[in-house]
């Protein structure tokens, strides 16, 4: 079995447009694009999870400011003969605070995920995520199922219409929620099978780019 270095891949995708929405705190916002010139930061406030135990994963902010990258260092999920039951559920949240500059504020539209997967005939395995601000309606999760039998790369997307997306309330620093989930479980499978947040050339940068707003 390969050594694995975990990624978890995602990109929200930012949307060009100039339609006018309303936020939970009912301030109009107004899409933007590219994102405000003005100094954005980011900092990873908590981790917790048996995918990301404190110290396997951190958050930096991209040179261009269209995004942020999260780093894995363990995050794998597996099952069948001699594995644990306990390794066949495997689960992150990242608390993560976005400095932004006054007057902008911003939501998830589209999340890809990555990863590798070595999935036996007969297994099952599937990934889900939400995401929400502190405060606010944790919200359903989007479950994507893994097909086995598998020795490759898997992706999955969420994307979020415009009317359903859940921004940030203007003029208010509320820390963003990022809950992601592994599952594999042997099925009929009689050998080891595994998923992980990755891809087979090693990097271990997770990207989330951000649909900027201006608050009105």
């Not at 975990?6 to 705190?25: D, F, K, N, Q």
């Not at 404190?54 to 363990?74: E, L, W």
Request: proline share 5%; charged share 15%.
């Amino acid at each position: 079995m390969r050594r694995l270095l975990t990624r978890g891949c995602v990109a929200l995708a930012l949307l060009a447009s100039s339609l006018l929405i309303a936020t939970p705190a009912n301030a109009l916002v107004v899409i933007v694009d590219p994102p405000p010139s003005d100094e954005i930061t980011i900092e990873l406030v908590a981790m917790a999870g048996s995918g990301c135990a404190p110290g396997t994963a951190d958050v930096a902010i991209s040179p261009d400011k269209s995004a942020f990258t999260a780093i894995y260092s363990a995050y794998l999920a597996q099952a069948g003969p001699g594995v644990a039951v306990t390794e066949n559920r495997k689960n992150c949240q990242l608390n993560v605070l976005v400095n932004a500059p006054a007057g902008f504020t911003f939501a998830i539209a589209k999340v890809d995920y990555r990863g590798y997967g070595y999935l036996q005939n007969g297994a099952v395995a599937q990934q889900r995520a939400n995401y929400y601000f502190q405060g606010m309606s944790v919200g359903s999760y989007a479950t994507h199922a893994i097909g086995a039998p598998l020795d490759d790369n898997w992706i999955a997307t969420d994307e979020v219409p415009i009317a359903s997306q859940i921004f940030r309330p203007c003029g208010e620093q509320r820390n963003l929620n990022i809950n992601t989930e592994l599952r594999v479980s042997k099925g009929t499978s009689t050998d080891v099978s595994y998923l992980t947040m990755d891809s087979t050339d090693g990097s271990i940068e997770t990207v989330y780019h951000f649909s900027w707003m201006r608050c009105l």
